[in-house]
């Protein structure tokens, strides 16, 4: 049994995760530990304080005691708002505090891009332009090519939980373009899952998810991979 540990902030769509666990297969665990949100607000000033240390240390314990053996803070815009290297010492932190290999959501879809081997993308954020702006800046520190940005204006994640499969196919038909190798939607917040192979097929092109790269990247962080067609090429391609 492979047992991975996500830090979750509040509740929005952190039902994916059953739904992803149930197409990984049987020896696979996710669990996940709540962390305290403070205001749901994608303002950079609110999600600075969401992503601090000590909230994020507040729930290590808990997935130590569960067995897990890697931890994501399953978060993209409370890390990439601290910056590329910000992000780096915040997961740095993580890891010393958990005592286990760590890793964030931001970090997972730069090493998705890197194991598919693609570089130019389209970003559909829900979030406010100039938070969607950093998660672009994110990437393009990263090695990525950022052809298209594409912000919602969603202020809570509250809001962007409540959302279904036509406004999410809308949001990434707004921001996509032909040159796009991949096609990007970073909030944790929003129900995806459901979702991937639509979104591919429609697009025909990778779409990388904010629930799905979390989870791949925690699988990657205990060197398994997995084949699972539902979620996606990331899922496929090492089958």
């Not at 240390?57 to 803070?73: D, K, N, P, Q, T």
């Not at 999410?168 to 970073?186: F, G, I, K, R, S």
Request: hydrophobic share 45%; glycine share 8%; aromatic share 6%.
């Amino acid at each position: 049994m492979t047992s991975l540990g996500f830090l979750y902030p509040g509740h929005s769509a952190e039902d994916d995760y059953p739904r992803i666990e149930q197409l990984l297969g049987t020896d696979i665990r996710l669990d996940v530990i709540h962390t305290d949100i403070g205001e749901d607000a994608h303002r950079v000033d609110a999600l600075l304080k969401m992503g601090a240390p000590d909230r994020l240390s507040a729930g290590v314990e808990e997935l130590r005691l569960a067995g897990a053996e890697a931890v994501v803070w399953a978060c993209t815009s409370g890390s990439f708002v601290y910056g590329w290297e910000g992000a780096h010492e915040q997961v740095r932190a993580l890891a010393l505090s958990a005592g286990m290999p760590a890793s964030s959501t931001s970090f997972a879809f730069t090493n998705a891009l890197r194991d598919l081997g693609l570089r130019k993308v389209a970003v559909a954020a829900t979030y406010p332009e100039d938070v969607a702006t950093l998660f672009a800046a994110f990437l393009t520190a990263s090695g990525a090519e950022v052809l298209s940005t594409r912000g919602a204006g969603i202020i809570t994640a509250a809001e962007v939980g409540t959302w279904g499969e036509e406004e999410v196919l809308a949001l990434a038909a707004a921001a996509d373009t032909p040159d796009a190798e991949a096609l990007l939607l970073p909030d944790t917040a929003l129900h995806t899952a459901a979702h991937i192979q639509t979104l591919e097929k429609t697009f025909n092109k990778p779409v990388l998810t904010a629930n799905q790269v979390t989870t791949w990247e925690a699988l990657r962080l205990t060197d398994r991979r997995v084949n699972a067609p539902e979620l996606g090429a990331l899922f496929t391609r090492h089958g």
